[in-house]
């Protein structure tokens, strides 16, 4: 491989000075990034990546893979509006009817639903904004006589957590409440556009609870602070969105009966 | 954002990722297996559509010899069934379309390069490429499945239409093969999302210091651009599955109205098949991009280089790209002209269809251009490249003939579709694989491919593929149906035999000629010639690093880039060809 970058090298003049063994990849045992004429690269002393380019690149992932759930949601809007508008052929008459059932939506209990996913998104949105103060304090603590004290920070994280597992036993008790009311899955088109599109929004928010549960969980394992950040950061971004498509979709079969 | 910069001081850091996130792995498994390496992912995506490949170029085969000669008793199989010969064309389109078109050109070639060629060391989330491989290797393997389930393989062709798709009496391969079907396509589309997440993310965010977006090379444009296609279509397609799978299996009437089969009154109501359609193509449009595009960035690759010339309008070139991937959501209700659709509707996607001819004429006379006067090196890969054009350019002239309803509604169900669709999204596609595999074989396994076999594998296949596919325009002009098992008994149809023969021979021919390639595929990876770190004196990043790349692509190093990507015969520069990491200040624009 080296014999092979040799005979190139009167086209490639650009050789790093730290040349490492082609073999190995930065990132274990305290290897540094070549950079020429770089800063002094603290990146808490533990050989880690670059925390800052790391959360960059996952929240443009997160980005764009919402893009690719939002496609989700506006194909079955459209199934939703198209389906509304259509008449079926009664096989009793042999004409044309419109067989669009208004769903009557439990709105009272979907209201505290929502309530209770505001007020989560509030949470988890306090809870990134303390992991990312703890972040930057970090560094600090490695310092040798250095102390920032020791102190009590509250539980936002299980608290988002606690209050996304209240919203999803509400949209569970919605649809138990649905069923009372005699929609069904397959009861009319109306009743299946509203558990497809609850449904698709109830598994989204329950995946990144199960992320939310992860960084709960390792933040009890101490894994670094600075790797937690980054779960956090970009599911507290997921989670507004989240509770942004919560909203859509409620106003959708709230005001397009 | 305070404690974010406290955190980074390398804010304005001159390499954009100097670091490789993942120590090379010694374990076997860890390294060919559950490899995070793009390059090990990007082989077995490759091998995955190579497999793909073979299962549906031989069910294809029985297709063909069970149109010539109907009551022909075959080894293994047995005698064609009318319900069979449905089966089998609906896994070949499925396999073909899905496993090897989407899969080899994407997953494979981009994979294994896309970084290389933007001076990455790896993929933005290589644990995420590594679950898209693996859960494309699923969907693979559920799909499969449907072939020895009761009922055997679904009736419903790759399109899947309601209400034969939705209700399980509705044939015998109907009932849990279309819901392996179903199931399979669904979990494709999961892959092909997570694919398409990392590699946007990748070109944004991991491309070399002066690696600009107008200084990628034309193979990283088309890969970005399918990304951006598949990331848009393949939610449409995956919400239109689940709905699919609830009518089949919960109740739910989304696609099927009030229907009755073999008498009996089905519990549906109301639905509408047409919805199936519009979703169906407002994915299976932008798919046949998803299949062409990375053909066209490997053939603007290949044409510039071994023409030694810069490619002809790089600008337009990319323009062109995006114009072709923009108007791919607009034509959708171009292939559904026949369900009855209003005929302003009808103008609309008619005129949107015409409009895509413009950048694909841009893109076909761009290469001519870069041909033309160029002092050209007609190795095998080039030649595969120039095939990729001849069949571009062959296959896409039936398209605006298509794109006029008058036209189309004649035309829609008969030969003359399938055999415009196979020159263009078939053969086309598959001829820029070759063109890739020739071309980036060196690189990949250190060894050339034998150059002889090579050429013989290229004429037979060119020739056989036309000989094939150029008789099914005018089968098609005469009338014969498509989707038909047994057509020789129609009376109006029998002087087609003589026409229908010779196309299954020159299948056959083209078939075996096939495992020319692969013979020269698995002799060379071991006893091919040694290959040199640049054979085809190119000038993007792949060849400036060693054969076969280091775990990490560039031994450690960061590359910057100094110049575009197709600097071929520059005046004043020493050689005719400068790398894109050439420092030296010759001024080129």
């Known amino acids: 491989m080296v014999s092979g970058m040799a005979s190139l090298s009167s086209t490639v003049t650009i050789h790093d000075p730290a040349v490492k063994d082609p073999k190995t990849g930065y990132g274990g045992g305290g290897a540094r990034p070549p950079v020429p004429g770089g800063g002094g690269g603290d990146h808490g002393g533990n050989g880690s990546p670059d925390y800052g380019q790391r959360l960059r690149r996952t929240r443009l992932g997160l980005l764009v893979g919402l893009v690719a759930s939002t496609m989700l949601f506006v194909s079955f809007t459209s199934v939703y509006i198209m389906r509304r508008g259509l008449p079926t052929l009664d096989d009793h008459t042999g004409g044309y009817v419109r067989d669009w059932l208004q769903v009557n939506l439990p709105t009272g209990l979907l209201l505290v639903n929502t309530l209770l996913l505001l007020l989560s998104s509030i949470t988890v949105e306090l809870a990134r904004r303390q992991i990312t103060r703890q972040a930057a304090l970090a560094p600090l603590q490695s310092i040798p006589g250095v102390s920032i004290g020791k102190e009590w920070n509250f539980p936002w994280l299980g608290t988002t957590v606690l209050l996304g597992l209240a919203f999803l036993t509400g949209q569970w008790m919605a649809w138990r409440e649905l069923g009372m009311r005699g929609f069904y899955l397959a009861t009319s088109p109306s009743s299946s556009m509203v558990y497809v599109l609850t449904a698709a929004h109830a598994i989204h928010l329950a995946g990144g609870l199960l992320v939310l549960l992860y960084a709960v969980a390792t933040a009890l394992l101490h894994k670094p602070v600075e790797d937690r950040r980054i779960v956090v950061d970009v599911t507290a971004w997921y989670w507004h969105f989240m509770a942004v498509v919560w909203i859509y979709v409620f106003a959708l079969l709230e005001f397009v009966r | 954002m305070v404690a974010q910069d406290a955190h980074d001081p390398h804010g304005n850091d001159p390499h954009g990722h100097p670091i490789h996130a993942h120590a090379a792995p010694t374990s076997f498994i860890r390294k060919y297996i559950f490899s995070l390496d793009h390059k090990v992912i990007g082989l ?455 026409l229908n023969r010779l196309m299954t021979y020159a299948a056959i021919v083209t078939i075996a000629a096939q495992f020319i390639f692969v013979i020269n595929l698995f002799w060379s990876m071991f006893k091919g010639p040694k290959a040199s770190d640049n054979p085809w004196e190119a000038t993007t990043l792949e060849w400036t690093t060693a054969t076969p790349p280091p775990h990490d692509n560039f031994g450690g190093k960061t590359p910057v880039v100094y110049h575009g990507p197709y600097e071929y015969s520059v005046p004043g520069a020493p050689k005719d060809y400068v790398m894109q990491t050439d420092p030296s200040t010759v001024t080129t624009h």
């Not at chain 2, 793909?52 to 047995?78: D, N, Q």
């Open chain 2, 44 to 498: 077995q995506y490759y091998f995955l559509a190579l497999t793909a490949v073979f299962v549906g170029m031989f069910l294809s085969l029985l297709m063909r010899i069970h149109m010539v000669w109907p009551g022909a008793v075959l080894p293994i199989v047995g005698e064609i069934k009318p319900e069979t010969y449905l089966s089998l064309l609906t896994m070949h389109g499925t396999i073909m379309v899905f496993f090897v078109l989407t899969t080899a050109p994407q997953g494979g070639f981009g994979n294994y390069f896309l970084p290389l060629q933007i001076g990455a060391p790896d993929m933005a989330f290589p644990v995420l490429n590594m679950l898209s491989f693996w859960t494309t290797f699923v969907a693979f393997v559920v799909i499969l499945a449907a072939f020895f389930v009761t009922g055997g393989a679904p009736l419903h062709g790759w399109t899947g239409y309601a209400p034969l798709s939705a209700l399980p009496s509705a044939g015998p391969g109907e009932q849990l093969g279309a819901d392996l079907w179903i199931t399979s396509i669904a979990i494709f589309c999961v892959a092909s999302l997570m694919g398409a997440l990392n590699f946007i993310t990748t070109v944004l965010d991991l491309r070399a210091k002066g690696m600009t977006m107008m200084r990628m090379p034309l193979t990283v444009w088309s890969w970005f651009i399918t990304a951006i296609l598949g990331l848009l279509a393949f939610g449409v397609l995956l919400s239109a599955g689940i709905l699919l799978l609830l009518d089949r299996n919960l109740g739910t009437s989304f696609y099927v109205p009030l229907v009755v089969v073999n008498g009996q009154i089905m519990g549906h109501k109301g639905g509408s098949p047409l919805l199936w359609q519009h979703l169906f193509w407002f994915f299976g449009h932008p798919e046949v991009y998803i299949a062409i595009l990375p053909g066209m960035g490997v053939a603007s690759q290949l044409i510039s280089t071994f023409s030694r010339k810069p490619i002809f309008g790089y600008k337009a070139m990319v323009y062109a790209l995006m114009g072709i991937g923009f108007l791919g959501f607009m034509v959708w209700g171009h292939h559904m002209f026949m369900s009855g659709m209003s005929p302003y509707s009808a103008f609309a996607f008619s005129i949107m269809t015409m409009a895509i001819g413009v950048p694909s004429a841009i893109k076909t006379f761009n290469w001519l251009g870069t041909i033309r006067g160029g002092r050209v090196r007609f190795q095998t890969p080039m030649l595969y490249a120039i095939g990729f054009v001849s069949l571009f350019v062959s296959g896409g002239l039936s398209g605006p003939f298509l794109a006029q309803p008058v036209l189309d509604i004649p035309l829609h169900d008969t030969a003359f579709v399938v055999g415009h669709f196979h020159l263009i999204m078939g053969v086309a596609a598959i001829f820029g694989m070759f063109a890739g595999t020739y071309y980036w074989f060196p690189k990949m396994f250190g060894r050339m491919m034998n150059e002889t076999w090579g050429r013989v594998h290229f004429f037979i296949t060119l020739a056989g593929t036309y000989a094939i596919f150029m008789p099914m325009h005018y089968l098609g002009m005469a009338a014969q149906p498509r989707r038909y098992s047994q057509f020789t008994e129609l009376v109006y149809l029998q002087h087609l035999l003589p």
